[in-house]
């Protein structure tokens, strides 16, 4: 594998401690559970998992009247929780490959060695800056409106935030010389994160923005593009399969968004075999559990496959829908940023368009409220975010879901004009809003 020329020299880059570290040896590193062997070196219980199984791995349950009933969920897994799950997860790691295999930016290959797998992306942002940054020393650079996960971990690991907005007249754009600036004069930023498509401005970053960044002279550091709802970009837009052509690119995804499946906690780090290989030596032993290794994998099969794509295709018609028939409603602004996702951020006015308004945080947040407390559709406030305000970001939901929204949000924004709801209390309350992690 060719790597294209940096300054990044993961050596000086990585913590020390980091670099020596001897991962933890586990049972399964050296035997597996074949179905034959006898396995009596991880003190796991023999007699299998105290649930109410039968042989088959159904659970009986206690039924209505008090008959027992069997569920059959495709459970035979359940029967093997007893041992400790697969800590390397290669089966795993080669199926996320080869749906990331495009040779869209490279021809090169992605093998399971580029890959670390972990309890959502949160526990790879978290790595990372485990791996990379001293704490009370280091430092990470954002670009807000972004991602407020980035800024909770540094937190947690004693590091400062420096920050580059995004360029708000732009479009959400990546301020590519801004950031390389801020490189070149502070050493101690050792990671930058960006968001793409941004949360909560639903913009693709320009790969040759990015690739600025890549190309900087001196800094040595680690660049991660955050990509947890690049499955309803277009085609082709992911950068995963790109890390082979780096040696200090990170790309994170998940199943969480696109796949439907937020409950199991999956997330994935694409990069270089050795920064994946400095992350695998830190994680615990056995962060994917068994149950979430089979509905992943499950996940990556062509049937599975062709139902996050239907799903996705639905998505999509509904977010062209509410692109349509927001504008149409008193009292809604501009879209912001992009549509590269499965949400849209809008402004918020207050008083109708035709009237002469203009952009509201106590009116968007008015909205926020009447929508959650009086008509059961719950939005994000996100007025408090740089070039955001007076915005709402707004998930897009079934075509069910979408007509009540739409319904609902054109009552509560008449409400607010008639003065039904008042608009005067919600600052107070703006800042908690809009702190919320998502």
């Known amino acids: 594998m060719s790597l294209t020329k940096s300054a990044f020299d993961l050596s000086k880059c990585a913590r020390p401690n980091i670099l020596s570290l001897q991962p933890y040896r586990c049972a399964r590193d050296d035997y597996k559970d074949n179905g034959t062997n006898i396995l009596l070196d991880a003190n796991e219980n023999a007699y299998g998992p105290s649930l109410n199984l039968k042989t088959n791995g159904s659970v009986n349950q206690k039924g209505i009247n008090g008959s027992v009933v069997s569920t059959t969920p495709d459970m035979k897994l359940l029967l093997g929780l007893n041992r400790y799950p697969d800590p390397h997860q290669i089966e795993l790691k080669q199926l996320l490959c080869s749906l990331r295999n495009t040779q869209t930016h490279t021809s090169n290959p992605l093998r399971p060695k580029n890959l670390f797998v972990g309890v959502g992306s949160d526990e790879a942002i978290d790595a990372i800056l485990r791996c990379f940054c001293v704490p009370g020393r280091d430092k990470i650079l954002t670009c807000p409106p972004t991602y407020g996960m980035y800024a909770v971990s540094a937190q947690v690991n004693d590091l400062e935030v420096v920050k580059?907005?995004?360029?708000?007249?732009?479009?959400?754009?990546?301020?590519?010389?801004?950031?390389?600036?801020?490189?070149?004069?502070?050493?101690?930023?050792?990671?930058v994160y960006v968001c793409s498509p941004g949360n909560p401005t639903a913009n693709l970053i320009s790969k040759a923005a990015i690739?600025?960044?890549?190309?900087?002279?001196?800094?040595?550091?680690?660049?991660?593009?955050?990509?947890?709802?690049?499955?309803?970009?277009?085609?082709?837009?992911?950068?995963?399969?790109?890390?082979?052509?780096?040696?200090?690119?990170i790309v994170l995804q998940t199943l969480s968004k696109a796949f439907g499946l937020a409950g199991i906690r999956l997330g994935t780090a694409f990069t270089s075999p050795e920064i994946a290989s400095l992350l695998n030596n830190l994680k615990a032993p056995y962060n994917i559990s068994t149950i979430t290794s089979a509905l992943a994998c499950q996940a990556m099969q062509p049937e599975s496959l062709e139902v996050m794509r239907n799903n996705r295709t639905k998505i999509v018609k509904q977010r062209e829908r509410m692109l349509a028939e927001l504008p149409k409603i008193p009292g809604v602004g501009r879209f912001l940023g992009g549509a590269e996702s499965n949400f849209l951020l809008v402004e918020i006015l207050d008083k109708p368009r035709n009237n002469g308004g203009r952009p509201s945080n106590e009116t968007a947040l008015a909205v926020y409220e009447g929508l959650a407390e009086n008509k059961g559709v719950v939005v994000r406030f996100r007025g408090r975010e740089p070039g955001c305000y007076g915005c709402l970001r707004i998930t897009v939901g079934t075509e069910d879901e979408v007509d009540k929204f739409l319904e609902e949000i054109r009552t509560v924004l008449d409400e607010v004009y008639r003065g039904k709801l008042d608009v005067s209390n919600g600052i107070g309350d703006a800042k908690a809003a809009n702190d919320i992690v998502a």
Do not use: C, Q
């Not at 590519?176 to 801020?182: H, V, W, Y």
């Not at 709802?229 to 992911?238: K, L, R």
């Open 164 to 191: 580059v907005p995004l360029d708000a007249s732009k479009a959400f754009s990546l301020r590519s010389e801004a950031i390389n600036e801020k490189l070149a004069l502070d050493p101690h930023i050792k990671v």
């Open 211 to 249: 690739e600025k960044i890549l190309e900087h002279p001196t800094w040595n550091g680690v660049m991660v593009v955050d990509e947890a709802y690049i499955d309803f970009a277009s085609e082709g837009s992911s950068l995963a399969n790109w890390v082979t052509e780096w040696p200090n690119l």
